[in-house]
């Protein structure tokens, strides 16, 4: 039996540009940060650093985010039972738990201030460094919690349903890469601090 090219094509999973677009900006981020913490070791290893301990707040803010990561599976999860209120929560509780972990940051930051830890210190880089790759993980958390906005707006307005997630699904993959980042960067800061 001879197979049609319109047979074939219609039997190969269809992968959206939206998927291979996201997949390489988030292997552009995973550059950019693994290029800044590489350039941290390197830096401290030349000596005349100042170490630090981290602010209890950014325990805090990690659990946050891992909560909010949680949430979103959830509303993934949710969409895929046509569960529809449900899914509009959990992208609410969502927001609110990336909204709270932005919150925690700026708390994690006047601590630092307040132990004279800063952004431009002439002494010593490590408070640059330390600003420098938590203040682009906040400002990729922005392009994230805008995302969220986006996809509570379509989900409240009844956009998505189980045969049509398509962004819930994109914007829970950049969400758990932000949490996954997140716990690295405070990982990597908590041992190299």
Not at 57 to 62: L, P, Q, R
Not at 131 to 146: D, R
Not at 156 to 161: A, D, E, K, L
Request: net charge positive; with cysteine; hydrophobic share 50%.
């Amino acid at each position: 039996m001879e197979m049609t090219i319109e047979n074939q094509s219609q039997e190969k999973p269809k992968i959206a540009t939206e998927k291979v677009l996201l997949a390489i900006g988030i292997g552009s981020i995973v550059m950019l940060f693994a290029g800044l913490t590489s350039g941290y070791l390197v830096r401290q290893a030349e000596g005349n650093w100042k170490f630090f301990e981290l602010p209890s707040v950014f325990y805090i803010s990690s659990a946050i985010i891992l909560l909010s990561s949680l949430t979103m599976q959830m509303a993934v999860r949710a969409v895929k039972k046509d569960e529809i209120g449900q899914v509009k929560n959990f992208l609410l509780l969502t927001l609110g738990l990336g909204l709270a972990f932005v919150f925690t940051q700026f708390l994690g930051w006047n601590e630092l201030v307040k132990n004279n830890v800063f952004f431009a210190d002439k002494l010593t880089p490590s408070g640059s460094f330390f600003y420098v790759l938590t203040g682009l993980h906040l400002a990729h958390l922005a392009f994230g919690l805008l995302g969220l906005i986006v996809t509570n707006s379509k989900s409240i307005r009844g956009r998505y349903n189980s045969k049509n997630y398509l962004g819930i699904s994109l914007c829970a993959t950049y969400w758990h890469f932000l949490g996954g980042l997140w716990i690295y960067l405070f990982v990597f800061l908590a041992i190299y601090r």
